[in-house]
């Protein structure tokens, strides 16, 4: 079985062997402080409603990752950024959402939806709300406002469609900034759906033939898997041993 997500498939074709890496040896990554940061104010909305206690646990996990986490340095101070996020959240975004009480609320929801031949779509949704429709929103942590690349990004046309095969409904998408407190809904483009659906069959078609390429170049500075990449291109070297071109994932 081949399961694809939004973010394997871009790491697909943006490098394979990072894909290969990230499904293979997710414990190799090297978080940054910036993944660190998000995933700690994503946590913090998921488990709390109020400003006060969401910024005491984010300060705590802080802490308590620095503590743990050898790539940190000892004396690196919590961003002070936590307090714009979480404000923006609880104090813009928070009371618009399900305002009546009448919606279900689905926090974190995972997804799996069977796209044939072998492969299967999943996911996971922020926040899933549904009623007489369905809201779908993605938190993002990043302090610049999006633009219309970000609005466009794979992973929201990744929910719709899985969304729409699931329960046959058409949903509404949202980029909710944090930093601003400001959502964004998203312009579903029937091209971009019908290109997302074409992306997906190539990428399954090209993990069944078990082609896979390393890209390196500047993209390797922010890659989650440099080092073990690294390390395997020193070892070949160290070798004597010519550093392949191409690679398989199997």
Known sequence: MIYLSATFIKDFLACSYRAKLRRDAPESAIINDEAIFGGIVHE???KFTEYDPALEFCLSEWDRIKNTNNFMKEDKKPP???RKMLQGYF??????????GFKKVRLEHKFEVSWGKGVTLIGKMDRVETGDFTEIYDWKTSMKPPDIYDLSDLQFYIYYIAHKMIHGDEPTVYY????????HRIDINPDLVYNTERLVDHVAARLA???AYRVTGYQCRSCFYRMPCYNEIRINELDNRTIPERTTLY
């Open 80 to 82: 002070k950024s936590f």
């Open 44 to 46: 913090a909305i998921e």
């Open 91 to 100: 104090e813009k975004i928070y009371p618009n959402l399900n305002p009546d």
């Open 176 to 183: 909710g900034h944090v930093y601003s407190g400001m959502l």
């Open 209 to 211: 033939s078990g082609e």
